[in-house]
Structures are given as C-alpha cells and as structure tokens.
C-alpha cells in the first residue's frame, strides 16, 4: 500500500511538473509576442543614408533617422523634386487594454525574427498586427572596400517585386557602394 502511494505520488508530481515546464515558457512567450515594441533596437538608432539617381536624373540623398522612440524619414528619391519628410513617434500597442486613439506620428513596432516591421496606429485591433506592417528594418554587416560595415536594408513591405533600399552610416559610404545611382535593382548595395 505505501508503495502504491509512493508511485502514485511520483506520477503526479512527475506529471504537474511536466505540465508546468510545458506550458509556461509557450503561455509566457505568447503574450510577450503581441505586445509591440516599447523602443527601437539600439541597432537601428542613428541616421542611416541612401544615395541614388531619381527619375529626373539626378543624384540625391536620403536618410532614415531613428532615436529610441522617434523615426523621420527624408526622401529625396524616385521622381521627387523636393525631399518628402515623415516623422513618427514610436507608442507600445497592447491588445489586452483598451486601443487607444493614436495621432497621426504615431507608430507601433514589432521584432520579427532578425527584422523589425514598423507601422503606423491605426483604428482596429487587426490593423494594429505585424501582418499591417508598411516597412521591415534589418541591420547586416556587408564588405565594403575590404572593411566590415553596418548596411540597413529597408525592405518596402507592400510592394511587388518588394523594394530594398540599402542604408548607410556614412554619405561617402552611401555614395562608394551606389556610384551610378541605380534605385530598385540588384545592381547596388552591399556585395558579398
């Protein structure tokens, strides 16, 4: 009889046990995964540069700024004339609370894998989701000239074929790795 109780004992605990370590890291990891981000990667924040020749033929400069909680995007690309300028202040999104009403600056963010996806508040639940997202952010490291550098790869999520700018922390940088101002092709950006 004391053994039974002993088996019995050992099984239960062995199985609330088991129950415990499976179930906690998933339960735990899953409601850390719909939060969006409080700030921006530490790897993201500087001011990052593109150079490329618009439409118009002519070589420009843009850049992509990000502080941990704010993001301003000068594009002076494609065929603009002038640099178009966008700003966006970074606002946690909890789908547990109440959706608050956002300001048109406001962004929300997510870490995806390797990337982060960045997107502005919206007015649904099921808009505020990394599916929403506009722009992935992914800092890699690439060979420039024999030296190793940071290269952002800005991917434009909605568009077909998908865009990828390439970033970098440098105008000189920019303009060494783009010289003939090629936009939108595999024939700039970080060779490997």
Known sequence: MKLLKIVSAVMVATTMGAAVVVAT?????????????KTFPKSLRRTWYHYEKNDKGK??????????????????????????????????YDPAKKLQKGKDSWMFAYKAGKSTKVGFWNTTKKAMTPKYTLTGYK????????????????????????????????????????????????LYGPKK
Not at 82 to 91: F, Y
């Open 25 to 37: 890291p998933g339960v735990t990891a899953d409601a850390k995964s719909k939060k969006s981000l």
């Open 139 to 186: 800092v890699v490291t690439a060979k420039v000239n024999g030296k190793k550098v940071k290269v952002l790869h800005a991917e434009n999520l909605h568009s077909l074929p998908v865009n990828t700018p390439y970033y970098y922390t440098s105008k000189h940088l920019a303009k060494i790795t783009n010289p003939k101002g090629y936009n939108y092709e595999t």
């Open 59 to 92: 070589f420009r400069y843009s850049k992509v700024t990000f502080s941990a909680k704010k993001w301003t995007n000068i594009w002076n690309g494609d065929s603009y004339t002038v640099p178009s300028t966008a700003k966006g202040v970074l606002h946690q």
